[in-house]
């Protein structure tokens, strides 16, 4: 695939969804009841009751107001704050109602499909790391750049030595391609205090494989004696411009004990690192890049090859 990727309009517009989950905020910033979210210029609401929480069409099907501004919550309908109107919860109901999409809650973190049909891995995959590891939701940032844009980081195997400084230009091999796409190599890492390596070592090699379950969401395992995982997540906030979410995935601690506080502190503010090494890049590129592939750059044709099957 050559060529331009995102244009006015299509890529990386805040119009535009694509048909694959968002990680649409952290559980800890929902109240009970009624909240406001956006993907892009559309309105959600998330209802909160306890641990389950639902998302909904935040447009009143009357003449468009925004029932998260001023609406009220009652029961399973919206006041809206317009013409008074009660809006139901679900398309399905009597009168005037609003679509539900599908919403998935795990680890404190909350995702949504603003489409429906297949689920695709996703749920599947969160349910498996919910068994067996820890979540640990991590930070927010707005970047000025489109949200497909900081997911495909992960498969563009060309920057990590040049904008991180790895030891290495990782050799990127395409191992899914479907229903996830994903990618796997090996990065070489100067020793820390969370990978040491063995004495005298002046970089440990370190397995990574990085799975896009959507246009917008990304899983990076790092192996090696201490593996462990990020899930980035971006939602389009505007004209070039979105929020990234990025949590950790860790096994458990001896016994079964939740991971080391100090650790994920290191491991997230090392996540947060990398991405400001980026973003002055990515800020100051043109609405409309051009994309001419040379070795190296598979699996970013496969990444966007993939999100094209998202739309
Ligand atoms: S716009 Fe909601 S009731 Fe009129």
């Not at 990727?5 to 009841?33: E, T």
């Not at 679900?90 to 995702?111: K, Q």
């Not at 201490?226 to 505007?238: C, D, E, F, Q, S």
């Not at 860790?250 to 991405?275: K, V």
Request: with cysteine.
């Amino acid at each position: 695939m050559c060529g331009r990727w995102w244009r006015r309009g299509c890529w990386g517009s805040a119009a535009m969804l694509h048909k694959g989950w968002y990680q649409i905020a952290f559980a800890r910033d929902l109240s009970a009841g009624l909240n406001g979210a956006a993907i892009g210029t559309r309105p959600l609401a998330l209802v909160r009751d306890g641990d389950r929480i639902r998302a909904f069409e935040a447009v009143c099907p009357h003449r468009g107001a925004n029932l998260c501004r001023g609406g009220t919550l009652i029961g399973e309908a919206i006041r809206c704050p317009f013409h008074g109107l009660s809006i139901g919860l679900g398309s399905a109901r009597a009168g005037l109602g609003v679509a539900e999409y599908p919403c998935l809650s795990i680890g404190g973190l909350v995702f949504v499909r603003a489409a429906s049909g297949a689920a695709g891995d996703l749920p599947a995959r969160l349910a498996a790391l919910d068994a067996t590891a820890f979540f640990v939701p991590g930070f927010e940032l707005v970047i000025g750049a489109p949200a497909e844009l900081v997911i495909e980081n992960a498969f563009d195997g060309l920057h990590f030595r040049i904008v991180h400084a790895i030891g290495n230009q990782p050799d990127l091999r395409i191992v899914a391609a479907g229903g996830s796409f994903a990618v796997e190599g090996e990065f070489l890492l100067p020793p820390s205090p969370w990978q040491q390596g063995a004495a005298g070592q002046s970089h440990v090699a370190i397995p990574y494989r990085a799975t896009a379950y959507s246009p917008t969401l990304v899983i990076a395992e790092m192996g090696g004696a201490n593996p462990y995982m990020m899930i980035t997540a971006t939602v389009p906030a505007g004209p070039r411009q979105c929020v990234v979410r990025l949590s950790l995935v860790l096994p458990p601690g001896d016994n079964g004990a939740p991971p080391d506080a100090a650790a994920c502190r290191y491991l997230l503010d090392g996540a947060r690192r990398g991405l400001m090494e980026d973003k002055p890049i990515w800020e100051a590129m043109v609405d409309d890049p051009p994309f001419a592939p040379v070795a190296g750059d598979a699996g970013v044709t496969g990444f966007r090859a993939f999100c094209a099957g998202m739309r």
